[in-house]
Structures are given as structure tokens and as C-alpha cells.
């Protein structure tokens, strides 16, 4: 859904340049969130879960941390996931986008959304295999230090990405940005495990599986989330494995999108609530 500007916004005089990426992120994307301010919020998620990525990897590299590991994997399918709605609300400079964008861009909610939790899906795999393979060969964590000192930052860069992107899906009625946000809430937990389970481990020695366990805990809800909109989506006839369904002028009808909706019509939009 498209949510216009403030009233008081007035439109650039004729022949104006489009706006730079971010020089009108303002307060407004809180409260009136709008299709540009999508864009912009998920082009700031790709640059903060790239660098997330590479210091995951290179954690777990000098510390042996599990959830470290699946805290880089995490970030790194969070920043495909910000890639794809970065495509799914993609305006350019437009601030504001025609009618004829805002339709291009609704039919690309359905495929976002699948994609999204086929990435998912795939998350869950990988990221459990690692922390259970860790886990079972009594692997302890080096370096408490280093874990600290990124997961506690962490926990807050990605928990105030989760806060603003649930906000901002509700208020968009995206079901595809809401699972862009469960992605950086996974984020945020697995930060959360490594840092607790470091903390403990430093008073007693014998706490040192609490990240992996919380490792496993986020894989196995990772791909719950990913295998229920793929169902959700077989059992209403999508066929999202079909080449023709991911064809750019592809017309889905169907239960999350309403048929074929206007982004600007709230009685016509997904389901706020539908992950």
C-alpha cells in the first residue's frame, strides 16, 4: 500500500532534479510511511546487514561462536531480504511515484513475499546444521572479549531496524517488509543469545552451548515462518515454481493481495497481519 505525503508536503516545482536517496528521510516515514520511504529504509538495512555479515564471519572465525556463525548467515540472508524489498518498493529518486510505478510495484508484493521466505527456509537449514554439528562436538566459543563487544551493539542496530520495519509493514500493509523485519528480529535474537551466553559462560564454564542452543531455537523458527508461506501459498494455487509466474507482466489474483488491488485502497490491500 501506498500512503500519500503529509498535506502540507508540497510537490518539487516542474523540471525540479529528483531527490537524493536520503536527503528527505525525516520523521515523516514514522508516521506517514510512504513507498520512497521504503525504499530508503531498506537501502540503509543492505549497507548495515553487509557490514553485519562480514564481522559474523569473522567472529566466528577468531571466536568458534555458533550463533556468531548464524548470526553472519542471518545478516547475510537479511541483506538479500532488504535487496528484494529495496526491488519490491524500488521509486528511485521519485518521491512521488506515478500510478502507473505504484501498480508495477504492487504486483511485485506476492513475488517478494516468496522470495523472502524461500531465503528463509534455506536460513533455518543451514544455520541449525552448523550450531547442532557445533553442539554435538562440545565446540566452546573463544575470544568473550570480541563476542561482547559486537553482539551488544548489535542487539540494538538490529532491534531498532526490526522496530521500525514492523512499524513501517504494518502501516504499508507489506506483507513481504514484515518479513523483512522477522529477518532483522532474527537478527536481533541471535545477537541477544551470543551476548547472554557469553556472560554466563565467564561465571561458569559449563554455559557455553547457550548460543548454540539459541542458534537452533532461531533456525527452527526461521524455517517455520518460511514453510508456512509456502504452503499458505501452494493451498491458494500460486505457482510461484513456474517460469511464466516470476515474468515481470505476471497478473496474480489471489487471497494476500486481494486480487488485483490498488496501493492505494485500504479496503483492497493485503492483510496487514498475513506473514
Partial sequence: MYLDPPASASPPPAGAPPPMLFNKLDLTFWYAPTAFHAYQISCVSCGITAVAAIVGFAAFSAAGSPAMLGF???????LFSSMVV???FYVGGDENPSPALIAKLDGREKKASILIA???MILGVVVSATAISHLAENE???SDGLLLGLSLPSVFIFGTLTVIKFRMAN???SPSFKKDAICSLFG???STGVFFGTCVKMGNESGWWIDGAVAVATAIVCMWVGLRTM???VDEGVPFWTLAYWQEDYAVKDEELGGAYDMRSSESAPDPNAI
Fill in 72 to 78: 553472519g548467515l542471518e545478516s547475510l540472508v537479511d
Fill in 86 to 88: 529495496v526491488w519490491r
Fill in 118 to 120: 524461500a531465503v528463509l
Fill in 140 to 142: 566452546h566459543g573463544s
Fill in 171 to 173: 502501516m504499508l500493509r
Fill in 188 to 190: 536481533t535474537v541471535l
Fill in 231 to 233: 504452503l499458505k501459498n
